[in-house]
């Protein structure tokens, strides 16, 4: 071949093969890129949809777990049993009504068709739609009732989709549980019925997906896939349509039913090849696609093929023609070197060129003869150095966008990428991704200023495995004094780094629930508060002990005892949001930090779900296990600005909750810090403030709902001193429940409030109830009954005029005392009143073991009403259930307009707050008597007074 014809050659395979070979390579790389885009965002979509299908049943089982274990469902279940012949009958008709409320409510709040009860033999005997009540109420259950019922028996059952003529076209599913007396005999089934929209919900949504794309899921039938929801080109396929299992590729919904997940190509149940994500659901066992066409997908890359395609040619015909001038050009001397270069080309660097060559080339000749000379010394001394980095270090060389253009064995070998793998790239091929941008950017910022960067950087290998290394990255100036070069040398200190994280976690983690203990909880405590220390926003801290813990080491051993505090740790950490930290401090005692929450309002509902969380039995070796807590609770900075002031008064707090009753929580109070000279000074102060008439009682008017009429008041304490101050309330009754004093001062409060009702109703003002509370130690004492009888008769208090207000905590210590006391004060007139209703963690059963008159929402649940969609839900159901069992309800802390308006829509009967008047004294309620005339209504816009 000539010269000519090989530099033409040479022109082709250096230019255009290269062009063509870069425009192939960068349109498959694209082509790749944008392929794995789409899988990305298909894998995304898959995994969201499945972890809310799986997040929706799992809640739906564990709703119903705690529905399964109550004591009341089963007592008004057997009475339905038992009374089924006599449905007229008191027994039937008020368990139907307590089942109505309670599983009216649970219908309600999620979202179920119906709640039915079925007896052992299959029928149906209660229905909580009453829109699908039949006439004869025993009828089998819907298909596939039986599957259902005979997989109900053995426990939790969730029946395959079928469709449901009352549900418009979307399929329904029945979830089954068992219901066993306290024997344990099986009785029936509660089986609760709901459709599959909440599902289509989670799968409609096809951001993302084009036009072509959709998510959609499929059970396993048989040798098939059966679609369960409508498909973008089938509408009518819910479990219409499926897809026979054959031997050719498996489609991806018949991988996803079969128990595999995956994504990449495939073909879709229209035979047309798409890219897919499939997602076995193994509590279901169903499968889930989400899909788009791959026509679609790759539209934007042919655009790009042609583009490509088009400069190519180009490309070769222009630089074809340049070649051809060119080597019309070149003279005879090339060709009697060609000889000289290969050998040189070769690796022969002792051969030399021959020097007798004239023409232009002759000085390039003497030129390269000299480098070749050059280069054999620098090749010997460069071998040498080589060999010992690539023993000691790990090197790479980059140039200045960080492209890796040297990589030695080490890199290679600690990387585990081939070295062909690493050429081309940057360094972000080994990025773990640990470092922070900030970090990053400064060591640029060093190297980019001619300066040597050392630091440590942990990489990933290309097994996804990770190593770390001690790192020094060297400049490389150009001839202009800036860098063009980068040289990286390494070391290896993986095994360093791992010993120093596992001695840091064995030095802060807890070995036993792997929460951190009590050096890094105080550490991050102590940063916290520098934080919060100049603008003092608050933040919560909780001591959190277990009741009775001690009892389960002594019966069953410190093993179980060790799984109990395991679980323990996993239940609290799934009640609380990702900032916030628990840490275990020794033995069965826990402390929880919540920095983002500050309101009381907002940590009452933190450690009210604590609790509950803790009352679900906790199963060890088959034995059922109650664990409760007693929780302390500090707010930053009200109650210390130091960790140390912030633990010993939530410590102090805890330990107040377990005087009162265990199971329960109680916020910080300075009275219960007091030193003793203090307490002693202050208690003596309280002694006399009944003889110095130092108490006074306010008086806030209860009005109703619908026509501003005042229909009585409740009395509340306060305490004047003599130099003026007025002490609230919440700073000396906690010291007078401590002292005893609540005693003397609860009899003064009863009869203050007496004569102060029989003075009004004397003055004319008739028909008005006062309403006192009653501490639990006044009601616990034995002559609590007769004093108040007593009272009533000397002040001529009428029956009706008198109304008490109990705590929730007073109605569950030792009931049939407590039954026995309201009984005798309800035979001689005297009314009983809920206060704070729902803020408790009782069982609603003594709504009908005790006489209840009346029940008060708390104005926690009031205070942001309509907005807060969760208070608003609460107080319709206190309403509600209130109406059920025919008692009133007065609603507290009625301050605005919009809270009275949504009370009243509700048709909540009565209310009080500063809407209506604060508490005032009784000169000043007398005057707000007089002021509202004979009818006793107070003037607003949004009462009927017609």
Not at 596 to 618: C, M, N, S, T, Y
Not at 746 to 757: I, S
Request: proline share 4%.
């Amino acid at each position: 071949m000539g010269l000519r014809n090989k530099l033409l050659l040479s022109f082709i395979l250096t230019t255009f093969l290269p062009i063509l070979v870069i425009a192939t390579g960068s349109f498959q790389r694209f082509k790749n890129a944008l392929q794995v885009d789409r899988i990305e965002v298909l894998r995304t979509i898959a995994d969201v949809a499945v972890a809310r299908i799986e997040t929706f049943f799992k809640e739906r089982k564990n709703n119903i777990q705690t529905i399964q274990q109550d004591d009341h469902i089963i007592e008004d279940f057997q009475a339905l049993l038992q009374f089924k012949n006599n449905p007229d009958s008191i027994e039937y008709r008020s368990a139907k009504l307590s089942l109505d409320t309670h599983l009216g409510v649970v219908e309600t709040v999620y979202g179920y068709i119906d709640v039915m009860l079925v007896n052992t033999e299959g029928r149906i005997v209660y229905v909580s739609n009453p829109e699908h009540m039949e006439v004869d109420l025993e009828y089998p259950l819907p298909d596939p009732g039986n599957k259902s019922f005979e997989n109900g028996r053995r426990g939790i059952f969730l029946s395959d989709p079928f469709m449901d003529d009352r549900e418009n076209d979307i399929p329904a599913m029945l979830l089954t549980v068992p219901l066993h007396e306290t024997s344990g005999e099986w009785i029936g089934l509660i089986v609760f019925e709901m459709n599959m929209a909440p599902i289509y919900d989670f799968i409609q949504d096809r951001s993302g997906l084009g036009q072509s794309g959709e998510t959609f899921i499929a059970k396993k039938e048989g040798d098939s896939a059966r679609f369960l929801n409508p498909l973008r080109h089938n509408k009518t396929a819910i479990l219409q349509m499926k897809v026979k299992f054959g031997s050719d590729t498996a489609l991806p919904i018949q991988k996803a039913v079969q128990g595999r997940s995956g994504q990449g190509l495939s073909l879709d149940y229209r035979s047309k090849e798409v890219i897919a994500a499939w997602r076995y659901i193994p509590s279901l066992n169903w499968g889930l696609v989400a899909k788009i066409d791959s026509e679609e997908a790759f539209q934007e890359i042919e655009k790009e093929k042609m583009f490509i395609t088009l400069v190519a040619l180009l490309s070769l015909i222009l630089g074809g023609g340049i070649a051809i001038v060119i080597s019309k050009s070149i003279t005879q001397p090339i060709n009697k070197i060609q000889e000289g270069m290969v050998k040189v080309k070769q690796g022969q660097l002792e051969h030399r060129i021959a020097s007798d060559v004239r023409g232009e080339v002759t000085p390039l000749v003497h030129l390269f003869n000299d480098m070749i000379a050059e280069i054999k010394v620098r090749n010997k001394d460069l071998n040498t150095f080589k060999h010992a980095i690539n023993a000691a270090a790990i090197v790479a060389i980059t140039d200045q966008k960080g492209v890796i253009l040297v990589a030695n064995d080490k890199f290679c070998e600690i990387s585990k990428y081939r070295r062909e793998e690493l050429i081309g790239q940057d360094h972000r091929i080994v990025n773990s991704g640990s470092h922070s941008k900030a970090y990053i950017k400064e060591m640029w910022h060093t190297i980019a200023n001619k300066k040597v960067w050392r630091g440590n950087l942990k990489n990933k290998a290309k097994d996804g495995s990770i190593y770390w290394v001690d790192t020094t990255i060297v400049p490389v100036l150009n001839e202009g004094g800036k860098p063009y070069q980068y040289l990286a040398i390494r070391f290896d200190i993986t095994r360093r780094k791992k010993i120093e994280e596992e001695v840091f976690h064995l030095a802060h983690y807890d070995d036993l629930t792997g929460l951190p203990n009590r050096l890094l909880f105080k550490d991050r405590l102590d940063k916290i508060i520098k934080i919060r220390g100049m603008d003092k926003r608050p933040f919560a801290l909780m001591f959190l002990d277990l009741d009775e813990f001690k009892l389960i080491n002594d019966t069953l051993g410190h093993l179980a005892g060790d799984q109990v505090l395991q679980e323990v740790a996993k239940r609290l950490k799934e009640c609380l949001r990702e900032e916030d930290i628990v840490s275990r401090l020794s033995g069965d005692e826990f402390t929880i930090f919540l920095p983002a929450i500050g309101e009381k309002e907002d940590v009452f509902l933190v450690a009210r779900k604590l609790i509950q969380a803790l009352k679900i039995p906790i199963d060890i070796a088959g034995e059922e296990l109650f664990v409760t807590c007693s929780i302390g609770i500090t707010l930053f900075p009200d109650h210390g600005i130091s960790p140390e002031t912030l633990m010993k008064n939530a410590d102090t707090a805890m330990y107040r909750a377990k005087e009162n009753g265990r199971g329960m929580f109680s916020f910080y109070s300075p009275v219960e810090d007091f030193s003793p000279t203090t307490r002693l000074s202050m208690t003596s102060a309280l002694y006399h403030a009944v003889e110095r008439e130092e108490l006074e009682l306010h008086y806030q008017p209860i009005v109703d709902l619908k026509n501003g009429k005042i229909t009585g008041m409740e009395a509340l304490i306060r305490w004047r001193r003599a130099d003026g101050d007025l002490v609230s309330p919440a700073d000396f009754i906690p010291l007078a429940e401590k002292t005893g004093l609540i005693l003397p001062i609860g009899e003064w409060v009863l009869e203050t409030a007496m004569a102060q009702a029989r003075s009004w109703r004397e003055a004319g003002f008739s028909g008005l109830v006062m309403s006192v509370n009653v501490a639990a130690p006044q009601f616990q004492e034995g002559h609590f009954v007769g004093s108040v009888i007593e009272m009533m008769r000397n002040h001529g208090i009428e029956p009706g005029e008198l109304k008490l207000e109990l705590t929730e905590s007073i109605l569950m210590k030792n009931q049939e005392m407590v039954v026995s006391k309201l009984k005798q004060l309800e035979a001689s007139g005297v009314k009983f009143s809920i206060d704070d209703f729902g803020t408790g963690f009782s069982s609603l059963s003594y709504l009908k073991r005790f006489p209840i008159h009346t029940l008060k929402i708390d104005q926690s649940f009031v205070r942001d009403l309509p907005e807060d969609r969760e208070d608003a839900a609460i107080t319709r159901m206190i309403i509600a259930l209130a109406e059920q069992l025919q008692i009133d309800v007065i609603a507290e802390g009625i301050e605005t307009k919009e809270q009275l308006s949504y009370l009243q829509a509700r048709h909540c009967a009565f209310g009080q707050g500063y809407l209506f008047s604060r508490p005032v004294p009784k000169e000043a309620f007398t005057a707000l008597l007089h002021s509202t005339g004979e009818d006793k209504r107070i003037q607003h816009e949004l009462f009927d007074h017609a």
